[in-house]
């Protein structure tokens, strides 16, 4: 159903007021338990970063706020950690375009209705960090990475769940709704590549926007 026909709730409250358990049993991260995301997102990752496990919940939350069967978009707000959550347990990627980073430096991210871009916004809260001083620690960094206690972090992150988050209704803006088609394409008569003919009458890497320096010879 469509989110635009199903408004979501006036005031977004979180499911569960018990952190991350629910009659004592740790809450899973969509269909996975704690430990498997943990073995999930350090193969994918490279390691289980505390920002990764918590992004899990942080997605999860959000997933749980949409209307059933939306076709959802997402919009992370940090390049850290976040947006590998949203690739594990969405089908939103850089690849398909429907995982957009706009790094603001803030550790939240949005899913929203890919047509209309209302949705909701999932955010750590600092105000909620009190009961959990290593993820206080971690997420504050007032602690150096070499003196957190690594087994209690992720102890209080499955403990937490998603009770550390705060949920806003949002309208996302035109920008990130739809996607753009390439074009015609041409062949750049500099440097003989194939690029879109609307970047202009050279490719934008010939233009002095490549981010690199060709060590090699022409061929």
Request: aromatic share 8%; glycine share 12%; with cysteine.
């Amino acid at each position: 159903m469509p989110l635009g026909a199903v408004p979501l709730p006036a005031h977004p409250t979180l499911p569960s007021a018990h952190g991350g358990q629910h009659d004592g049993i740790f809450m899973n991260i969509g269909a996975y338990t704690f430990s498997q995301f943990h073995g999930i997102a350090e193969e994918f990752h490279g390691c289980a970063a505390p920002g990764l496990l918590i992004g899990g919940y942080m997605v999860e939350l959000a997933k749980g706020m949409l209307p059933e069967g939306t076709l959802f978009e997402a919009l992370a707000e940090t390049s850290k950690c976040l947006p590998d959550a949203v690739q594990l347990l969405s089908l939103c990627s850089t690849g398909n375009k429907r995982l957009h980073v706009r790094d603001l430096g803030l550790y939240a991210v949005s899913l929203y209705d890919k047509k209309t871009g209302l949705g909701v916004r999932v955010s750590i809260d600092p105000a909620k960090l009190y009961a959990y001083p290593e993820i206080q620690g971690w997420f504050m960094k007032e602690k150096p990475k070499h003196a957190q206690d690594i087994v209690e972090l992720e102890r209080e992150i499955e403990e937490a769940g998603h009770s550390i988050c705060k949920v806003q209704r949002v309208q996302v803006d035109k920008i990130f709704l739809g996607h753009g088609h390439m074009g015609t394409i041409g062949i750049c008569p500099r440097c003989g590549e194939a690029y879109p003919l609307d970047h202009g009458p050279q490719c934008l890497g010939c233009q002095g926007q490549a981010p690199y320096t060709t060590l090699d010879p022409e061929s």
